[in-house]
């Protein structure tokens, strides 16, 4: 039984709609992952949540009560933002327990409950610190500290670490969760970013133009995507959109085999061809190949850590093909003419009109 149900959503701007019949549910304790490109409408959804903006339509409740009208202090969740706003002149004690001394707490109680705080979050002894004396990281676990301080039943994060360096979002990607997790607050967590969503949510909502294009968990979300652009959010790089045909499927680098009867029942169907590019390789002069050559032409190289890219033109598409340091492939060239080797294992088909 979902605690936080959201259903059938909408609320429109000047400019049209910023959130469009959205739906979705939180189990108790579970982090939701809100992913989608800038101005897809994300804020607004967590606004509607947390009651700052009003809906034209649908509803929203949480643990049975619907929250239609209900103030935002009253809804009793917290909200974290990519700016911190934490009080400069206060040192972290006086942050993380601003919320409790507003709920005119006793004395004991709130020094009590800080400590706690402090302890989750990894800053003992910290508590006379002031804000501009802590790092980056620690600056995020005072806010998230502060954010939990007074129990919010739903905790909503708005790309928390969108302004830290990869290394410490990294990081604190993995202490965050564990500290949600081990406290168990039901948590919506909205980023941009995909391998964020994919380290700290439990299931994932896909967003685009307001709407949810679909909502899962990652292993749901990978084995089935229903649209090119979902595809394309979880990061896989070779997608395209075939056709069911006899004998195959036909797509815009070739014709594929079908291995799947069900499939080959569709004739004129629309499937997503999803090719993985860690297993596309250039076939080497008088080599065996593991499967039919395509010939193409190299596209363009893009290095990236110690492994690179390696863009093919291939009929009317192209091939992303991960070339592994050593490879003899590192020493191809934009223009050189190449075979490329698509072992079966490597390409997925899946139907897309059900
Ligand atoms: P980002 O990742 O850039 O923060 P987002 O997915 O959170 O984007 P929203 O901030 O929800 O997207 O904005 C969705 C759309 O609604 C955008 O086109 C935005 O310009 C518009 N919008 C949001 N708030 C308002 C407002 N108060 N008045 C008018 N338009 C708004």
Known sequence: MPILEVSNISKSFSDGYAVYDVSLTAERGEIVGLLGPSGCGKTTLLRLVAGLEQP?????????????????KDRGFGLMFQDLA???HMDVIGNVS????MQHLAKDEVRQRVDDLLGVVDLTGYGHRKVHELSGGERQRVALARSLAPKPKLLMFDEPFGSLDRGLRE?????VRAILKEIGVTSIYVTHDRDEAFAMADSIVIMDKGSVVQAGTAQELFKAPRSELVARSLGLKNVMLGTVATPGVESPIGVFPIDDPALGNNVGARVLVLIDDRQVSIKQQGGSAEGPALEGIVDSIQFHGGESDLVIRIGEGKLSCLVRPGDVSMALAAG??????????AVRLVLLDR
């Open 56 to 72: 034209d339509s649908g509803s929203i409740s949480f643990d049975g009560v619907t929250l239609d009208g209900m103030a935002p």
């Open 86 to 88: 934490l009080f400069p």
């Open 98 to 101: 601003f919320g409790l001394r």
């Open 171 to 175: 990081s604190l990607q993995t202490e």
């Open 336 to 345: 050189d003419s190449v075979s490329v080797v698509v072992p079966p294992h």
